[in-house]
């Protein structure tokens, strides 16, 4: 703190254990933040003009290089906007195959985060390394856990990161079912090692933070919604994909490379909180609960306890996973045939991290004109500057060391994939 | 520990994480790994740093920003020896497709306010800019391989990666060949091995993330998809055109067909 001034600036310029390259920059005068910016110095790749004039077909496989965490839901996302341009309907095994697959990069995802990049913060530790030395039991078994949800992503999409067998109408060629049953075997183990840690995680000292959130999530009539759905609120918006952009926009501000979604009120959340607290009665009975044994009510609004929500959404990835293995039959074709043709259509999936849409709009020979791609970092934007604000106005009496790690771990109960929100930008249209 | 670890530094510059990713992706292998060596700078996994120089840098990632285009020497400056990783980092992944275009073109057509972004005109592999130690490919890189190279470098010996085509992957596994049997385009022929013959024994044809192999014979493949698949200057065009399309094979054959 300079004396003379009263100023005290709190600073992080590379952010750790977030993927990709973020920093923040808060500045105090006289008790009041005179100055806040998260911003995202991950360079833009331009991935809205780079699929213009592409194939329809090839939408899945580069928009899944947008993020190495998340892949499947640039592909998913991808895939049913092409299927609802062109009139396709995925329906049935191959419905449950996809669903099997994105419960796979839930469990892989919300592991990673939740141990290996979340939980050292409550712990005062560097890294998860470090828990290991006291605790190798412990991450031992998240290790085991991350590798199944892999494992899962393996077996349906030939590889975890950039899977390569799933299409625009399904797959290249339907999964082995010996080894999908392999991995049911695991997924009774799964269930149990998803409540240890989740339990172990519900000991942590949570600091006190409650916000009042414009919760924005998919909700399906007969599921909790992870790939499909309409876009709710719980500020009584219920939204076809279609009238998304109508209601939700983004804005180019000059501290950061990625656009800050704005919704009807200004900031709203994405991601595990908003699910659970939007579709909260269709989680299993054992989640529920999981919750209760946590301590989650039904509604969940301190974004510090975000890890045990993962957690629980981790053990019901697990739980629906083994009920469509069990379930399954082998499909009698991989994929829907697709005819290539012009059309508008969208998709949306719930990403580990929240929401990501899609939009494309294809020219007579399916080839793209134009792309919108609405990823759920680039939407928490605004939230996440909104908690830091609280954070730091909150903790003012702890030293700059102190308040710096907290807006750290402020900024990682996001689990902002930094390098996803970097890409989305609106695109005018042009031909090639 | 009376031994001295060697320091281990990964570094990103723009990719999609995914080749770190496979870092921690060896859930098997994790923790003998943090054994083997000191993991000194990792920021996707630890905000501790340990100051420099570091025994083995991995650097993910393509230079895109000025900003990075410094960066990238300091980072050699601090490194023994540096590997890279990945398709972006080896060829300038799939955000070097800019490189065929004005890349005004695309600030302009996909932000609001062009000026406040900083970018270079292309997105160019590490070693145009730094001398490399070894390149390793793919996209994402395979994590087996990821080991066998940390694993050669900690011994002082040359990584097993073949240099051979995906073909020779698809012959010793006994996969079909996609192009002969379904008559689809497939860049197996002109590609390095390393994936663990994902694709053809996926039922699709290789759309080469692991980039060109040695003194690959692009012109026949051309030929080949565009007399005898009847593909046409733009399928062609593309084919080569995607997550290594800056590597300097594919580039000269997509640019062939401009």
């Avoid at chain 1, 928490?380 to 710096?404: C, G, M, P």
């Avoid at chain 2, 230079?63 to 990238?72: L, Q």
Wanted: charged share 25%; hydrophobic share 40%.
């Amino acid at each position: 703190m300079s004396k003379a001034t009263g100023t005290r600036t709190i600073k992080v310029d590379a952010l750790a254990r977030v993927e990709g390259e973020g920093a923040l920059h808060v500045r105090v005068k006289g008790g009041r933040i005179t100055d806040l910016k998260f911003r995202i110095y991950e360079p833009p790749r331009f991935f809205e003009a780079l699929l213009r004039g592409r194939m329809f077909g090839d939408a899945p496989d580069i928009t899944a290089r947008i993020c190495g965490i998340c892949p499947l839901a640039y592909m998913m996302g991808a895939s049913q906007a092409m299927e609802d341009a062109l009139g396709v309907e995925v329906t049935g095994p191959l419905r449950d195959l996809r669903r099997i697959a994105y419960c796979g990069e839930w469990i892989e995802s919300h592991v990673l985060h939740a141990a290996m990049l979340h939980a050292p913060d409550f712990l005062g530790l560097d890294d998860a390394l470090l828990i290991a030395r006291e605790n190798p039991a412990l991450v031992e078994k998240a290790l085991q856990l991350k590798k199944l949800g892999n494992d899962i992503l393996d077996v349906i999409g030939g590889r975890a990161v950039h899977p390569v067998n799933l299409k625009v109408g399904g797959f290249y060629k339907a999964p082995d079912r010996q080894r999908l049953t392999a991995l049911r075997d695991r997924l009774d183990w799964a269930m149990g090692a998803s409540e240890d840690l989740a339990r172990a995680f519900a000991g942590f000292d949570f600091p006190a933070l409650e916000v009042d959130y414009a919760c924005v999530s998919l909700r399906h009539p007969d599921e909790y919604a992870i790939c499909e759905g309409r876009i709710v609120s719980n500020r009584g918006d219920d939204l076809a994909l279609e009238d998304f952009l109508d209601h939700y926009h983004e804005e180019h501000v000059a501290h950061s490379n990625a656009l800050h979604g704005v919704g009807p009120e200004g900031r709203y959340l994405v991601g595990p909180l908003a699910r659970y607290n939007n579709n909260f009665g269709q989680l299993s009975d054992r989640a529920k609960a999981l919750a209760a044994d946590c301590g989650l009510g039904p509604m969940v609004i301190n974004p510090f306890k975000s890890i045990l929500v993962r957690m629980v959404e981790t053990l019901y990835a697990c739980e629906e996973a083994a009920r469509l293995i069990d379930a399954h039959e082998r499909p009698v074709e991989p994929a829907v045939r697709v005819t290539p043709g012009p059309g508008t259509g969208h998709g949306c999936t719930e990403a580990p991290r929240g929401i990501c849409f899609h939009r494309y709009t294809l020219d007579d020979e399916g080839r793209i004109v134009q792309a919108v791609i609405v990823p759920p970092t680039a939407q928490n934007q605004k939230q996440i500057e909104d908690d830091l604000r609280r954070v730091v106005e909150a903790n003012l009496d702890l030293d700059t060391e102190a308040l710096t790690w907290r807006c750290e771990q402020t900024i990682r109960n996001y689990d902002p994939c930094i390098s996803c929100a970097t890409h989305f930008l609106k695109l005018s249209v042009e031909r090639e | 520990m009376a031994v001295k670890r060697p320091k281990l530094a990964v570094w990103k510059f723009s990719s999609c994480d995914g080749c770190q990713l496979s870092l921690l992706d060896c859930e098997d292998e994790l923790l003998a790994v943090a054994e083997a060596v000191e993991i000194a700078y990792f920021l996707e996994a630890t905000r501790a740093e340990v100051r420099g120089p570091y025994d083995i840098s991995l650097v993910e990632g393509s230079i895109s920003t000025p900003h990075d285009a410094e960066r990238i020497h300091k980072v050699r400056r601090k490194s023994k020896s540096l590997i890279t990783i990945g398709a972006c980092a080896t060829a300038g992944g799939i955000q070097a497709l800019r490189n065929f275009h004005d890349v005004n073109d695309f600030v302009r057509a996909v932000y609001a306010h062009p000026e406040y972004i900083s970018t270079l005109a292309k997105s160019t592999p590490i070693q145009d800019h730094v001398q490399v130690d070894f390149e390793l490919h793919g996209c994402p890189i395979d994590k087996f391989q990821l080991l066998e190279v940390l694993n050669a470098f900690l011994n002082g010996r040359k990584p097993n990666i073949p240099r051979h085509s995906q073909c020779v992957e698809c012959k010793l596994a006994g996969t079909v060949c996609v192009m002969v049997a379904r008559g689809e385009p497939c860049l197996g022929p002109v590609t390095q091995a390393g994936c663990g013959n994902l694709c053809p024994s996926n039922d699709r044809p290789c759309y080469g993330c692991f980039g060109p192999k040695e003194m690959p014979n692009t012109g026949s493949l051309a030929d080949w998809s565009a007399r005898r698949l009847g593909q046409d200057a733009r399928q062609v065009r593309h084919l080569f055109r995607a997550f290594t399309a800056y590597a300097e094979p594919f580039r000269k054959e997509s640019e062939a067909h401009e």
